[in-house]
T-cell receptor
Framework: AQKITQTQPGMFVQEKEAVTLDCTYD???????LFWYKQPSSGEMIFLIY??????QNATEGRYSLNFQKARKSANLVISASQLGDSAMYFC???????????FGRGTQLTVWP | GAVVSQHPSRVICKSGTSVKIECRSL??????MFWYRQFPKKSLMLMAT?????????EQGVEKDKFLINHASLTLSTLTVTSAHPEDSSFYIC??????????????FGQGTRLTVV
């Protein structure tokens, strides 16, 4: 099993600034993956970025990058140049080797203000 | 990414009736689908893992007779909330696992279903 911890219930950032959303994980699986999803008020889960435990480089997808620190068991999401449309709930999730199920953190509500 | 379609997006039903929610993988075959439940402003809780052609695996505390799951084909899984009660009102969301080869898999989510039982 995995445990995903997101300690920030809410974050605020001004438009065009960068913001870091924290995520730590705890797993006994030797191979695992870490995901970030965005959930706007409509409810859909939008995949943002993925980091595999054996990936040498930190994952990047456009304005999203993942600060993966294996020794600290952290996988923080960095959003650069925030936009008003980035306001949403953000979930960190982990996946081990069993069946592909995801374990979710509690989420962080991000609010971007003008 | 692959597309997973969930239907309906919203449903209101009377207490005591049953509601069926469909989850379809539109452009890939999904041997495994997952059903999650989400309470307002809370995280997603896995309810069950749906395997094509076999019985679903339910998480502890989830009533299998209450939440019937059928995964009859490689592209369709259904969740039926039987004898619904107001406390079953929630957001239900499915995800389908796609095998990408070389041991890699990916999970794609449906749009979710907001169930209100009155």
């Amino acid at each position: 099993a995995q445990k995903i911890t997101q300690t920030q219930p809410g974050m605020f950032v001004q438009e065009k600034e960068a913001v870091t959303l924290d995520c730590t994980y705890d797993t006994s699986d030797p191979s695992y993956g870490l995901f970030w999803y965005k959930q706007p008020s409509s409810g859909e889960m939008i995949f943002l970025i993925y980091q595999g435990s054996y990936d040498q480089q930190n994952a990047t997808e456009g304005r999203y990058s993942l600060n993966f620190q294996k020794a600290r068991k952290s996988a923080n999401l960095v959003i650069s140049a925030s936009q008003l449309g980035d306001s949403a709930m953000y979930f960190c999730a982990g996946r081990g080797s069993t069946l592909g199920r995801l374990y979710f953190g509690r989420g962080t509500q991000l609010t971007v203000w003008p | 990414g692959a597309v997973v379609s969930q239907h309906p997006s919203r449903v209101i039903c009377k207490s005591g009736t049953s509601v069926k929610i469909e989850c379809r993988s539109l452009d890939f075959q999904a041997t495994t689908m997952f059903w999650y439940r989400q309470f307002p402003k809370k995280s997603l809780m896995l309810m069950a893992t749906s395997n094509e052609g076999s019985k679903a695996t339910y998480e502890q505390g989830v009533e299998k007779d209450k939440f019937l799951i059928n995964h009859a084909s490689l592209t369709l899984s259904t969740l039926t909330v039987t004898s619904a009660h107001p406390e079953d009102s929630s957001f239900y969301i499915c995800s389908a696992r796609e095998n990408l080869g070389q041991g890699r898999t990916e999970a794609f989510f449906g749009q979710g279903t907001r169930l209100t039982v009155v």
